[in-house]
C-alpha cells in the first residue's frame, strides 16, 4: 500500500509564491502518472498540473505559465512551485499517484489560502 503526505500549504498574499510537496513511501510500483489536484468549497475536485514518468506535462489553463510540476525519483516525491498566486487558486490541494492498473492513491490534502 502506498502513503501519500502533502506538505507546504500556507496562508499567502495575491502575487506571493508557494511549494507544495509530497512524498511517497511503502508499496510503491508501476506507476505511471503523478499530478495535483485541489478542490475549492462548492466545487468539483479539479486537476491542476500533472507529470508522467516519462518526464511530460500538462496544465489547467488557469495555471500555466504560473505553476510547474516537478518530480524526484530519488526521493520519491512531487512538487508544485505555485507563483504570481491569486485569490482563485485558494483551495485544498492533493497529491495523486497512479499505477498502470488505473489505481489512485490520494494524499491527506494541504490548504492553500491567498488573500486578496
Known amino acids: 500500500q502506498m502513503q501519500l503526505v502533502e506538505s507546504g500549504g500556507s496562508l499567502v498574499q495575491a502575487g506571493g509564491s508557494l511549494r507544495l510537496s509530497c512524498v511517497a513511501s511503502?508499496?510503491?510500483?508501476?506507476?505511471?502518472?503523478m499530478g495535483w489536484y485541489r478542490q475549492a468549497p462548492g466545487k468539483q475536485r479539479e486537476l491542476v498540473a500533472g507529470i508522467t514518468t516519462g518526464g511530460n506535462t500538462n496544465y489547467v489553463d488557469s495555471v500555466a505559465g504560473r505553476f510547474v510540476i516537478s518530480r524526484d525519483n530519488a526521493k520519491k516525491t512531487i512538487n508544485l512551485q505555485m507563483n504570481s498566486l491569486k485569490p482563485e487558486d485558494t483551495a485544498v490541494y492533493y497529491c495523486?499517484?497512479?499505477?498502470?492498473?488505473?489505481?489512485?492513491?490520494w494524499g491527506q490534502g494541504t490548504q492553500v489560502t491567498v488573500s486578496a
Open positions: 511503502g508499496s510503491i510500483f508501476s506507476i505511471n502518472a
Open positions: 495523486a499517484f497512479v499505477n498502470q492498473y488505473g489505481v489512485t492513491y
